[in-house]
């Protein structure tokens, strides 16, 4: 794939930084995430910024999870509403 990628393509592409972390159990767990601070340079802020949820696209989502009897996990972030 990086081969099909112009010059420009692949400068602007984002890094991706993986973060690995041993649990006291043995168990290892992974988490990545996009660096857009690179972004900057040469996108407008309303292109970069991530959409909300809608709530009821939200509500569906967590029916169908029950209907299908899927295993659902979740999270608290407490800064993800923070402003900068």
């Known amino acids: 794939m990086r081969d099909e990628l112009t010059i420009d393509?692949?400068?602007n592409a984002l890094r991706?930084?993986?973060f690995r972390k041993h649990?006291?159990?043995g168990q290892i767990k992974v988490q990545g995430c996009a660096d857009g601070r690179h972004q900057h340079t040469?996108?407008?802020k309303e292109d970069m910024?991530?959409?909300?949820?809608v709530v009821k696209t939200l509500m569906l989502s967590c029916?169908?999870?029950s209907?299908?009897?899927q295993d659902v996990e979740t999270a608290e972030n407490p800064g993800a509403f923070r402003q900068i």
Do not use: F, G
């Open 67 to 69: 209907k299908e009897q």
């Open 9 to 11: 393509e692949r400068m």
């Open 23 to 25: 649990k006291n159990s």
């Open 16 to 18: 991706y930084l993986m």
């Open 42 to 44: 040469y996108m407008s």
């Open 49 to 53: 910024s991530s959409p909300m949820v």
């Open 63 to 65: 029916t169908i999870d």
